[in-house]
């Protein structure tokens, strides 16, 4: 395993393989620090000020917060593998939860090109890029290989599946 970027590794990479893995390791941890946060709120109403649990709203403040980050680990904390296989002429795309494994697969042949897109302008005005998928039906499809505003690791990675598929690297044109 060889970390390529923060929360993307390189799993497998041979002339027929290409596998790639991202963990939302910032999601895990804003969530149990938030999830802790919570439960250090209660220890300290218990010891401290037992008065507040008779508030009717605190019980179902803590009861909230709790199912909020719940929540954000079932459905944001996903694990996604990305498999491309030259054997198989297949894209295999896992997307695993605490709950549920989702696969989607898509032919290598149906893949027109990889590229950073510029998708749309954030608060200061600058664009997000994204790493996208472009089949040769002119759908699109996001990856989530590297989170951030990084411009340049974000190309890092689109060059890396495109020289495994035999494209030419990918140059910014702005």
Not at 1 to 27: D, F, G, N, W
Request: net charge positive; aromatic share 10%; proline share 4%.
């Amino acid at each position: 395993m060889q970390p390529l970027l923060a929360t993307m590794v390189i799993l497998e990479k041979t002339k027929t393989q290409l596998k790639l893995r991202y963990r939302p390791y910032s999601v895990w941890l804003v969530t149990a620090s938030w999830m802790l946060g919570i439960l250090l709120l209660i220890l300290v109403i218990h010891l401290q000020s037992t008065w507040l649990i008779y508030l009717w709203w605190m019980p179902l403040f803590l009861l909230l917060n709790i199912i909020t980050c719940s929540l954000l680990l079932l459905f944001a904390g996903q694990v996604v593998t990305y498999h491309f296989d030259k054997d198989y002429n297949s894209l295999t795309i896992k997307r695993r939860s605490l709950l549920n494994t989702n696969v989607d697969w898509h032919s290598l042949g149906d893949i027109w090109d990889i590229q950073v897109n510029s998708t749309n302008l954030n608060q200061e005005n600058k664009p997000n890029y994204q790493v996208a998928i472009v089949f040769k039906n002119g759908k699109s499809l996001p990856l989530n290989i590297v989170k951030g505003s990084d411009v340049q690791k974000k190309l890092e990675a689109v060059n890396l599946i495109r020289e495994f598929l035999c494209m030419p690297p990918q140059q910014l044109s702005w």
